[in-house]
């Protein structure tokens, strides 16, 4: 099938937010880094521009899923589209779209094929009027059945953060409306307490689920 085929993933912009953008300037401290963390968790320029408002962000609550041996957990959102499964495939898959509504996403092209034959993508978020920006580069694995849920999913391979995490689900559900969850880890390189890396992967798969939500129900 055509969807399964394309291997285009979005991942990284959904949980690359504010709050771990600010810390990537050089910062003469941890202490200084936290500071800037926790002050620039609220809305920026740019999540005015892509991201929902706070009343359709009420509609999805995130979920923590804890690591084993760790105080550091994994994000997942989950919520209803009212768009068919189809527009959902090519919405998740069409990645070089995601600077016109995810937040925070500056870039995303997809680099040459991996020996396995599967797709390598980079991906970009800038903020601080393009002072601090992060990256990294994904495999994207082909999309998987888990039962009636369809898994698409992007491995983390290189970039300045530690580790990264995505997985969006679908499943299909009647009068033309999608399930959608979004899983995400992103542990940045950066000197940062675990709640504070714990709250932005929170804030990130929220934010990424209404932004892909949104978009898919605005699709003709």
Known sequence: MAWS???????????LSAPYLAACTAQPSP???????ASADGPTASDAGKSSSASQTEEVEPVA???????LVEAKATGVVKAPI??????????????????????????????????????????LGGVAKMYANVEILPARKDG??????????????KQ????????ELPADRTELTLQVFLHPSLPLPDFLVNKANLDGAKKGL???????????
């Open 5 to 15: 085929q394309s291997r285009q993933f979005l991942g990284l912009a959904v949980v």
């Open 31 to 37: 202490k200084t880094v936290v500071d800037q963390v």
């Open 65 to 71: 899923v804890p690591i084993a041996g760790s105080d």
């Open 86 to 127: 189809e527009k959902l495939r090519v919405a998740i898959h069409k990645f070089e779209d995601y600077p016109q509504f995810m937040p925070e996403y500056s870039d995303a092209k997809i680099l040459a094929p991996l020996p396995s034959g599967n797709s390598k993508v980079y991906m970009e978020i800038t903020t």
């Open 148 to 161: 009636e849920r369809e898994v698409h999913e992007a491995r983390f391979l290189d970039g300045n953060v």
């Open 164 to 171: 990264f995490k995505a997985l969006w689900t679908l499943k």
């Open 210 to 220: 209404i932004a892909m939500k949104k978009r898919a129900e605005a699709m003709p």
